[in-house]
């Protein structure tokens, strides 16, 4: 069974995610195959995975062969870190958007690799699934929104159930799918 995961803000080969972000990891390339092995634990070659943006470096000249080492069919909502003809360039995405919104299951979700206060339908119970924050709103998460950054996940991508589950642990009502 196809299973739809959603993560963010892997930055394959970028160094800045090592001291910036402060990742556990002695190299870039320990932490390229951590990230790697990690996707692949979780999505299967047939599964759908929403990545909300700053894939990788600009300057990761193997961007285009670490991502072909990456399981299932990968839609990229772009971040500040993913020049879109970069991007386009590697081959790998279904599908590259600034923003979307999906429907899965009747819930209505907004993918934008920004957290936003604010979103389509959100006053109509729409969740809002965002990257770029490293994880900084984990204590105080947002209602029907959710960081779903690798950094806020052991460092690998989230199935829907997951979010489902921990959108409902904020909001009673909501049921795990």
Not at 25 to 50: C, G, H, Q, T
Not at 51 to 73: F, P
Not at 141 to 160: E, K, R
């Amino acid at each position: 069974m196809r299973k739809v995961h959603f993560t963010s803000d892997t930055h394959f080969g970028h160094v800045l995610a090592l001291t910036a972000r402060m990742r556990p990891f002695r190299s870039l390339a320990e932490m390229d195959e951590l990230l790697i092995a990690r996707w692949n634990e979780r999505v299967k070659p047939d599964d759908e995975v929403y990545h909300l943006g700053d894939v990788g470096h600009d300057h990761h000249a193997g961007l285009a062969e670490v991502l072909g080492r990456l399981n299932g069919r990968i839609h990229l909502i772009l971040g500040n870190n993913d020049p879109r003809a970069l991007m386009e360039a590697t081959g790998r995405f279904e599908s590259i958007a600034e923003m979307r919104e999906i429907a899965m299951g009747g819930q209505r979700i907004f993918l934008c690799h920004y957290p936003l206060r604010e979103w389509p339908n959100a006053w109509r119970g729409a969740w809002h699934l965002y990257g770029h924050v490293h994880g900084k709103f984990d204590a105080q998460p947002l209602g029907l929104s959710l960081d779903v950054g690798v950094d806020s996940h052991g460092f690998g991508p989230i199935s829907m159930a997951m979010v489902t589950t921990e959108i409902g642990l904020r909001r009673p009502g909501v049921v795990a799918a």
